[in-house]
C-alpha cells in the first residue's frame, strides 16, 4: 500500500503467467493432450478511514486464453482443438463502521455494493457449436453484530448476535439470494459457544455452462459394474443444462479452557450440511450412478462401456454431518535461571577476558602493541 494522506491508501497489482501441460492418455499413450494457457491479472485496492467508519474500494481485471489440442489415436486423422478466452472485470466496495451505541456495545455495520461483467467464448473443430457467454451481476450485502450482554456475572458474560443478507442478480440466470444469523455467548472467560445458520443459493460459474465440447477416444476407466477396466470415448466440457445449487448448513462450537498453566483448550464442533441441486462431476460409474444418469453412459450389444459423457451434472441432494473434537495443548519452554547462571560463571571462569573475538579481546591485543 502506498498512503497518498493521513486517511487514503491505495495500491496496484499485476501478473503475468504462462503454462503449458503434455500428457499421454488413451491406451498406452496412445493419444497426446496439450494445454497452453496464459493469463494476465491487473488489481487495485483504495481505502479511505473516515472518523470511526472506513471504506474500501476493490476492482480487477483478469483475461485468460486456453488453446488445447487432443490428438486422435488414428494415423490421418485430424486433432480435436479447442480454444477458450475469458475477460472478467470486478467491482467492489465495503464500508463498515459503529452504527449505535448500545449499553453492551457498539453495533456494527458491514455494507457491500459490487458488480461484475464476465465475458467467454469458447469453439472447437469437433462439430460442437461455438459458446459466447457474456455474464454481467450486481449484488448489494449487509451485515449485523449486535452486542446484547456484557456482564459480569459467571452466568451471564458476553453474548453477541449477527445476521447478514445478500441478493446477486445474474443477467443470464436470473436472481440467487444468501442470508445467514448466528450468536456468539462466552458465559464466562473459560467458555464460549457458537451457533450459526446459513441458507445460500449459488448459479454455475461461466465455464461450468460454457466450455467447449472436447472428445478424446481411448481412455482408460474402470467400470465397477463389471469389474474392469473399459477403453472409452470420453466427452468434456460444459453443460448448458445446470440449475442452481442450494445450501442450508448449521454449525454448533464449544470451547472450554478449564485452566490458563498450563494452556489447555477442549474443542467440540458439529456442523450440518444440506445441498439441493449440487453441481459436481460426475461420479465414478457404479450401479447407483449408471442408474442415476443412464445418458452418461453408453455400452455396446455385449454389456461393454464404450462412452461416458463426463461433463458436469447436478446431483438432487447431499447430506453432510461432520463432528469434530480435539484437545489443544502448550506450554512455554523457558530455561531454569540456574542453568543460565552456571553456564555464564563458566564461561567467566574461561575466559577471564572476554570470549575469543570479542570486543574485550581486541581492546587487550591493542594495549600490548
Request: no cysteine; glycine share 10%; charged share 20%.
Amino acid at each position: 500500500f502506498r498512503p497518498l494522506s493521513e486517511r487514503l491508501s491505495a495500491s496496484l497489482s499485476g501478473t503475468l503467467t504462462t503454462d503449458r501441460t503434455r500428457a499421454l492418455t488413451g491406451a498406452i499413450g496412445a493419444q497426446t493432450r496439450t494445454i497452453s494457457s496464459q493469463t494476465a491479472h491487473l488489481g487495485s485496492t483504495v481505502n479511505r478511514d473516515a472518523g470511526r467508519w472506513r471504506g474500501t474500494w476493490t476492482a480487477s481485471y483478469d483475461h485468460g486464453e486456453a488453446r488445447t489440442i487432443s490428438s486422435r489415436p488414428a494415423a490421418g486423422q485430424t486433432a480435436d482443438q479447442a480454444h477458450t478466452n475469458s475477460d472478467v472485470l470486478v467491482s467492489d466496495m465495503n464500508v463498515n463502521g459503529p452504527l449505535i451505541r448500545l449499553p453492551a456495545g457498539d453495533v456494527s455495520v458491514t455494507g457491500r455494493i459490487g458488480g461484475t461483467v464476465n465475458n467467454y467464448d469458447s469453439r472447437s473443430n469437433n462439430g460442437a457449436p461455438a459458446s459466447s457467454l457474456s455474464r454481467t451481476s450486481g449484488l448489494g450485502a449487509l451485515s449485523l453484530d449486535v452486542p446484547v450482554l456484557d456482564s459480569a456475572s459467571p452466568w451471564l458474560g458476553t453474548l453477541s448476535l449477527n445476521g447478514n443478507a445478500q441478493v446477486e442478480t445474474l443477467s443470464d440466470y436470473g436472481t440467487v439470494r444468501r442470508f445467514g444469523y448466528g450468536l456468539n455467548w462466552a458465559p464466562m472467560k473459560a467458555v464460549s459457544l457458537v451457533l450459526s445458520y446459513k441458507d445460500a443459493e449459488s448459479a454455475p460459474a461461466v465455464q461450468q455452462l460454457g466450455d467447449p465440447q472436447i472428445i478424446t477416444s481411448a481412455v482408460r476407466v474402470f467400470d465397477y459394474v463389471r469389474g474392469q477396466t473399459a477403453l472409452v470415448q470420453m466427452t468434456s466440457g460444459g453443460n448448458p443444462s445446470l440449475n442452481k445449487a442450494s445450501v442450508l448448513e448449521w454449525r454448533v462450537g464449544l470451547n472450554v479452557k478449564p485452566f490458563d498453566k498450563p494452556n489447555v483448550t477442549l474443542s467440540l464442533d458439529y456442523t450440518g450440511t444440506r445441498t439441493d441441486n449440487g453441481i459436481v462431476a460426475l461420479p465414478a460409474l457404479t450401479t447407483a450412478s449408471e442408474a442415476a444418469f443412464p445418458g452418461r453412459f453408453t455400452r455396446d450389444s455385449a454389456g461393454v462401456l464404450i462412452a461416458v459423457d463426463a461433463r458436469p451434472v447436478n446431483i438432487a441432494r447431499q447430506r453432510s454431518d461432520v463432528l469434530r473434537w480435539g484437545v489443544n495443548f502448550s506450554k512455554t519452554l523457558k530455561t531454569p535461571q540456574a542453568q543460565i547462571d552456571a553456564m555464564r560463571a563458566y564461561m567467566a571462569k574461561r575466559f577471564p577476558g572476554g570470549p575469543p573475538g570479542g570486543a574485550g579481546a581486541g581492546q587487550g591485543r591493542g594495549q600490548r602493541a
